[in-house]
């Protein structure tokens, strides 16, 4: 979905504040540039196996326009969504 490194991290990072995280690190491992590893933890809500399947593979999938409710706010309502790709509500 992105074609450079800088947008994916800043969407994993929009995707922890959508799932109400109050903490989010991200780490880079390594120190030669083709082998480093890039690595976003958060204490968010997360997903299941059910929200993998439905919400994030499905291609195309617009969560603003998910016919199962507003989804314009996270699980935890307490915020407005900010990710592009998909939030686990």
Do not use: C, F, W
């Amino acid at each position: 979905m992105y074609s450079r490194l800088p947008n994916a991290v800043a969407e994993l990072v929009a995707n922890a504040y959508d799932a109400d995280a109050s903490e989010a690190t991200v780490q880079i491992i390594g120190t030669k540039a083709g082998d480093q590893i890039i690595q976003v933890h958060d204490d968010g809500h997360g997903m299941n196996r059910r929200d993998l399947q439905e919400k994030y593979l499905r291609i195309g999938r617009n969560r603003r326009d998910d016919p199962a409710g507003s989804t314009d706010v996270s699980e935890g309502g307490r915020r407005l969504v900010s990710g592009k790709r998909v939030s686990a509500n």
